[in-house]
């Protein structure tokens, strides 16, 4: 149980035991409790005060399947509050077999240098000048950086989106096949990493000095009954790693809420030929993977490998909200120029969603056609090249809004939506709206409910309430580091029965049948405290103004939650 | 008797062997058959149906099937 602390600006690194302020909490709970306790929440998201957290979930590390989920938070340059971005790969798993908690990295590096973190596998951690790595896209900066410390290490690192500091930069995240597909997109933090200097961070996957489990045997037993719901499951056992994420687009555009032509229509006359179905059919064809491990410990295998026609990779994971926000959202109904896309915003390192989003606004606005994909290709790499475009475009949807002076732009806290539009599902509304991270469906996504009958999509009730239920479960989930996919689990009596003995195996504390909750809870307060102190108000948790009155096809219906039903969302008993 | 066309999306088609993904089932149910019915004739548990659109809009269990309708059936599943 250490803290990793690397100063950018004195190029020191510092080793701490976990202060008990942070006792019992690991992935977003830590990040997002250390940010409102350390840093200043008006401080420049870009300057040296912000402190970027790494934190692997409070269960990676250990033996319970799908944990291998890392929380990478700061305070956003995007959305101007707090931020927890969650990516998969080797990393959380590999850092919680070293003990390590989480690295904070503080300060700014000189001007002009740039610098990785190097943490070998007694979790001896080092930073090392990496102006040698300057401009380097992840691919090759990852390939590059395997070959010189050894396959047996895993890579966190930005592309030239996150040097360029723009506000839609992510973090690559190896995968299991050391490829840089993972990412923690949102929230422009491979932006923070840039503005520190810190091009990457290398840890090796060899460690063996994981925290003691208090009780090892309740803990393996809880496991193995979380392991065997997991699998009995016809989502995470079947359809998962059948179809991966995208098996949810032809039942999203059934609902009519697949916001389609930069949320115009809610359903995308190509659906049929970008769904999961016909990704799986293409990839069985060329010999691509449709069940695929992308992290550490699963065993789901959502993620998939994507082949060109001659059986060549191009990218993995294609996911469904990639799907949509670089295919439906801009008209684009072919899978290899979507496939191409995903690839290159990996490699540039930006967020799929925000760009694909950015792009949309600039169709809408005239700037390209709807369905050029060529012309978004080109979109794309105008953000590498640095060009005036490009910085305007990798800075997101609103950035380009304000380009064009177009109003349609569907972003909350400057953050765009993701593919569900909150018109045809209220309650992903609310989410967008409420929500302490900007418009982030993975913050409390209802769509189970909705497919299930349980709540009804087009009507305003009930969904305040089930958002916030489904916020404090996230919340919970991402502190854990139990993949979102697999936390459907704790949804059920049973599951979140296993999963508080498991807590309290973990930690050697009983832990009260409410602890999940509790746990999630905290974790909102914490943010929410800190969005109030940054400046945030009730006006910013309202969607665009266009949601509200431009009715969305086929349903033709408007936002219609109320004002203050948005503002009880963050009222806890 | 009425006739309907259904889809099978996500991992549905596997428990069909015979099952055509470019034609769909054709089955056959009884006058004002529902789609509860539906589902119960194709052995489709609550837990494996998510949404069922028919004719391109959202049907609910009690919902009266027409001759010829065309249906899709959808999984139940979390986001994405
Ligand atoms: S289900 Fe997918 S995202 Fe979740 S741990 Fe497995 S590969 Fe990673």
Known sequence: MKLIRVNMTDQTVQVEDVPQQYAGLGGRGLTSVMIDAEVPPQCDPLGPENKLILAPGLLSGTPLVNTGRISIGAKSPLTGGIKESNSGGKIATSLGKLGITAIVVEGRSPAGTLGMLVIDPSGNAVLKDASALKGMRTYALSAKLLQDFGPKNTVACIGPAGELQLASASIQTTDVDDRPCRAAARGGLGAVMGAKGLKAVVVSTEGKNADAIADPEAFKEAAKAIAQSIQKNPFTGQMLPALGTAGILGGVNALGAFPSYNATKGVFDGWEKISGEALAKRMQERGGKTKHMGCSQCIIHCSNEYVDEKGAYVTSSLEYETIWSMGGMIGVDDLDTIAQLDFLCDDIGLDTINTGVAMAVAMDAGHKPFGDGAAAIAMVEEVALGTDFGKILGNGPVAVGKHFNHHRVPAVKGQSIAAYDPRAMQGLGVTYATSTMGADHTAGNLLGLYLAGALKPLEPEGQADASRVAQITMAALDCIGLCILAGGVVASAKGREAMTRMLSAKLGQEMAPDAISAMGVRILQAEKGFNTKAGLTAKDDRLPRFFYEEPLPPHNTVFTVTDADLDKVYTFR | ?80
């Open chain 2, 1 to 80: 008797m009425i006739t309907v066309t259904v889809k099978l999306y996500g991992t549905l088609p596997q428990r069909m062997p015979a099952y055509d993904p470019q034609r769909g089932l054709v089955v056959t149910l009884g006058p004002g058959a529902t789609v509860a019915d539906l589902t119960r004739q194709l052995n489709l548990t609550a837990e494996d149906t998510g949404v069922v659109a028919l004719d391109g809009r959202v049907a609910q269990p009690e919902d009266r099937l027409p001759n010829d309708a065309h249906i899709r059936i959808f999984q139940v599943a979390l986001g994405g």
